[in-house]
């Protein structure tokens, strides 16, 4: 199966993703995503729009926390100068750093590393940091929150390219089916689900989920994803981690 891509082009759908990354209800919203891609991917791209609050007019880094946060936003909006792919991996790796091991993530050293982990030109991305277009990237992103209304986060905007005037809105996480069912009347029809791939190359291009994440996603039980996990846990294809007291499921790669 082809890599799993939220944000190739010309598909009918755009779901602007409105999300603080230091938000918890907006992490939790993500296997709903993944979930989402996986079975009607090929309907809809993603853009997430960062907002941190308070929304600062003039984005400036100093020692308050607040303003520190926001360069994490706009070392997000820097990373996706290399392009939106880029810029939701490192997201992600954001936001598993954050929830999963409690960092903070408010330092320079710390974001330069976790950006050495994806595809990125790291010197490009450095120089991007401090740029006026990253700045500019977040600025337009706090503007389309305030024009869309948008005052808790998650919010979902689902929008057709084929009628501008047809957009709908999901305000905080959901139940899944609710999602699928705004992509119904959008798209006037009912379309089939994809075929998910195999789990081991899930893990591989999505990093790191909790058995109940990936239970959720595949739409099995725990007991089965138990024994699948396992199975494949034998074969060294994955690995279970404790971080934080719980238990998470990598692919693992072989040296």
Known sequence: MSQINLYRT??????????????????????????????????????????????????????NKNHLKQYVALAIKAAGL??????????????????????DLLNKDIIMNYASLIDLDLDEFSNDLFSNSAKKAYLADLKLTKEMNISEFPSLVFFSKHNEEYTLKITGKADYNAYVDLLYK?????????????????????????????AFIYDWSLDKTKKVLNKLKLKGQVKELNILSRKYWSYNVKK
């Open 186 to 214: 959008l798209l006037d029809e009912i379309p089939e689900p994809q075929a998910k791939p195999n789990v081991e190359l899930f893990l591989k291009e999505q990093g790191l989920l909790s058995i109940e994440d990936i």
């Open 82 to 103: 290399q392009g939106n792919n880029a810029g939701r991996q490192f997201l992600e790796k954001i936001q598993v750093a954050h929830f999963h091991y409690d960092d």
């Open 10 to 63: 010309n598909k009918p759908i755009i779901i602007y993703s409105f999300i603080n990354p230091f938000c918890k209800e907006c992490w939790l919203l993500e296997p709903i995503i993944k979930k989402l891609a996986l079975e009607y991917g090929n309907y809809f791209t993603v853009r997430p729009v960062i907002s941190i609050h308070p929304m600062f007019e003039d984005v400036k880094i100093n020692s």
